[in-house]
């Protein structure tokens, strides 16, 4: 597509349930981000995929967060047992490869709330 | 650890003057620095990249980007604001992933 896109737009969930965010990223980008943001704060680093295999997960907060990229386009973010603080807006990015030439192409990002 | 610094919260500027959002950085090795815009209700966009080379850089809407080495610096500039550049900005470092500041809001005055 032209851009990224991230579904649902907004989510609001009771306190255990369990949600899945999807990203759906530029066509022909190899490299997926995923990005945690709370008010007032900036983007905070989850996890980024390269094709398939994630590269770097080291910024999932604990193992009630996973993430899956099974066909090297879409991914989606998986929260187990939600916490009243996993409250954020989730950005997904996309970008041609990693490295340092390439900025980013961010979606509009999911607004998780949790009740 | 990489890392970016954005010293100020909130910077307000009069339309037609220069504006500076400032970003300092921590890096080992070479660094590779972003600025990235925030729209209000819109997702995050990239604006220009400081990799090797001219000091100055020249990214989108008319913003420029000064890498000073020795001061650890990487701040935004634009010669003259519009009110159209008030948003959130934000500073990042390359360590595989973008690293991000907490973000500068900057308000431009008509």
């Known amino acids: 597509g032209a851009g990224v896109s991230q579904t649902p737009s907004n989510k609001v969930t009771e306190k255990g349930k369990y949600v899945e965010l999807r990203c759906d990223p530029i066509s022909g980008h190899t490299a997926l981000y995923w990005y945690r943001q709370s008010l007032g704060q900036g983007p905070e680093f989850l996890i980024y995929f390269q094709g398939t295999g994630a590269a770097d997960d080291s910024g999932l907060p604990n193992d009630r967060f996973f993430a899956v990229r099974p066909e090297g386009s879409v991914s989606t973010l998986k929260i187990q047992r939600t916490e009243r603080g996993d409250s954020a807006v989730y950005l997904c990015?996309?970008?041609?490869?990693?490295?340092?030439?390439?900025?980013?192409?961010f979606g509009s990002g999911t607004r998780l709330t949790v009740v | 650890a990489q890392s970016v610094a954005q010293p100020e919260d909130q910077v307000n500027v009069a339309e037609g003057n220069p504006l500076t959002v400032k970003c300092t950085y921590s890096v080992s090795g070479n660094p590779y620095l972003f600025w990235y815009v925030q729209y209000p209700n819109r997702g995050l966009q990239f604006l220009l990249k400081?990799?090797?080379?001219?000091?100055l850089v020249k990214g989108s809407y008319g913003f420029e980007a000064e890498f000073n080495k020795s001061q650890t610096s990487f701040h935004l500039k634009k010669p003259s604001a519009l009110v159209s550049d008030s948003a959130l900005y934000f500073c990042?470092?390359?360590?595989?992933?973008?690293?991000f500041g907490k973000g500068t809001r900057l308000h431009i005055l008509p």
């Open positions: 990015a996309s970008s041609p490869g990693v490295g340092p030439l390439y900025g980013y192409t």
């Open positions: 990042a470092v390359r360590d595989g992933k973008d690293i």
């Open positions: 400081y990799i090797t080379g001219d000091n």
